[in-house]
């Protein structure tokens, strides 16, 4: 059993730094890019571009669609494992250590997680996410709140479950409405882990500032590493 982690990607800068943490989780990176990007080392066997086209966009206050069109992208082109895992992340997240051998042990084809997202709302300007730095905790399907507590990175599922659903493409809250909608058609299939925690935003500046509010003494603070990512 392989673990994916689905990536839109934009954030040239990182690529340094999540080869960094990546590098001993033994998962397998699949950032989803341009068709004229060609950025990544060719000598790193776990990560694999996927070109897709680039968002439709109209303006900044219609933006039309959505990151979630290159999740589906990748459904719609790559080879879904039915017993792999597959998970879901924005380019400037992160897992806590341990993260990925936590999901090694599970068997459920649906993982629901927590979500820690920092101390801080970076003053950073509207392109950048403000959500609250209030963590996202989910114990129950019946707890389930969209634009509450569940987004794209709650949640890791089979890809027996992957393959049959896509996201909205113009509705941005859709990753909380896809936590729904896999409670209402798996709800046998579902484990619950409230103290397995994703780092949202982890590489956003400022967004994570002290470890006062640190859930497990083993987190850090983020490191942004300088190097060649061409």
Not at 6 to 17: A, D, G
Not at 104 to 117: E, H, L, P
Request: aromatic share 14%; net charge negative.
């Amino acid at each position: 059993m392989k673990i994916h982690i689905v990536c839109p990607f934009y954030r040239i800068h990182l690529i340094p730094s999540l080869i960094h943490y990546f590098e001993p989780m033994g998962i397998h990176f699949y950032p989803m890019v341009s068709p004229e990007l060609d950025i990544f080392p060719k000598d790193i066997d776990w990560i694999h571009p996927v070109h897709c086209k680039e968002l439709w966009r109209v303006s900044k206050e219609i933006p039309g669609e959505s990151a979630f069109r290159k999740v589906n992208d990748f459904a719609d082109t790559q080879e879904i494992i039915d017993d792999d895992y597959y998970c879901f992340m924005t380019d400037d997240d992160m897992y806590e250590p341990g993260f990925f051998d936590v999901v090694r042990q599970q068997t459920a084809k649906i993982i629901i997680n927590s979500v820690f997202r920092g101390d801080s709302i970076p003053d950073s300007g509207p392109e950048v996410s403000r959500h609250p730095p209030v963590p996202m905790i989910v114990n129950g399907i019946n707890d389930i709140r969209p634009c509450h507590n569940v987004g794209l990175a709650s949640y890791v599922i089979k890809g027996s479950v992957f393959r049959q659903g896509r996201f909205s493409v113009t509705d941005y809250n859709d990753d909380g409405h896809y936590a729904l909608r896999l409670a209402r058609n798996f709800p046998n299939d579902i484990v619950f882990l409230p103290d397995l925690w994703m780092l949202a935003a982890y590489f956003q500046p400022g967004r994570y500032t002290t470890t006062d509010g640190f859930i497990k003494p083993n987190w850090e603070l983020p490191r942004i590493i300088m190097g060649e990512y061409v």
